[in-house]
T-cell receptor, first 114, second 111 residues
Framework: GAGVSQSPSNKVTEKGKDVELRCDPI?????LYWYRQSLGQGLEFLIY????????KSGLPSDRFSAERTGGSVSTLTIQRTQQEDSAVYLC????????????FGPGTRLTVT | LAKTTQPISMDSYEGQEVNITCSHN???????ITWYQQFPSQGPRFIIQ???TKVTNEVASLFIPADRKSSTLSLPRVSLSDTAVYYC????????????FGSGTRLLVRP
């Protein structure tokens, strides 16, 4: 079956612009997660959705970052007024159940802020 | 979540068995040990998970000693395509949604 998909695969934007990153989880997966990975670094947790609600937003680095999930499926991560330090690969993952450590990751969106 | 320590990098040759050890001295009673693999330009992929003793699947084996303060991921007969970064994670099953990835171990398999 289809895995987690993300779009766009690459995004180059100018400092100060807003960007939206999209994630389509595996069908039937109720839990959805956003992470980011800076060059050569491990993954940094951003936010977790169970259904349409986000019980844990603790990883969002600033109020410029927000995320929503509609219909228990697609999620959008929005970064407002992008900064150069936002440049990273943004990864989305989903899992069948809440709390399970087996998460299925998408290919990521590489964001470059110039 | 328990902190993990693993080697930064390892080199191997095709056909060899590779063992990557992870230290997690302050692992909690309800923590599980999970390993992920990440290829360049891809998201991480779940490899294996265990609680104690030995777990084996079609990809790897996971050895966990009785004190659970470390674990060893064993990859039998590696190939060039096993070149990747391997991450060891420790967390409780019911609260480990927030996966904490360290720096991982960069495995290079040479011909």
């Amino acid at each position: 079956g289809a895995g987690v998909s993300q779009s766009p695969s690459n995004k180059v934007t100018e400092k100060g612009k807003d960007v939206e990153l999209r994630c389509d989880p595996i069908s039937g997966h109720t839990a959805l997660y956003w992470y980011r990975q800076s060059l050569g670094q491990g993954l940094e947790f951003l936010i977790y959705f169970q259904g349409n609600s986000a019980p844990d937003k603790s990883g969002l680095p600033s109020d410029r970052f927000s995320a929503e999930r509609t219909g228990g499926s697609v999620s959008t991560l929005t970064i407002q007024r992008t900064q150069q330090e936002d440049s990273a690969v943004y990864l989305c993952a989903s899992s069948l159940r809440e709390g399970g450590p087996e998460q299925y990751f998408g290919p990521g969106t590489r964001l470059t802020v110039t | 979540l328990a902190k993990t320590t693993q080697p930064i990098s390892m080199d191997s040759y095709e056909g060899q068995e590779v063992n990557i050890t992870c230290s997690h001295n302050n692992i909690a009673t309800n923590d599980y040990i999970t390993w992920y693999q990440q290829f360049p330009s891809q998201g991480p992929r779940f490899i294996i998970q265990g609680y104690k003793t030995k777990v084996t699947n079609e990809v790897a084996s996971l050895f966990i000693p009785a004190d659970r303060k470390s674990s060893t991921l064993s990859l039998p007969r590696v190939s060039l395509s096993d070149t990747a970064v391997y991450y060891c994670l420790v967390g409780a099953m019911d609260s480990s949604y927030k996966l904490i990835f360290g720096s991982g171990t960069r495995l290079l398999v040479r011909p």
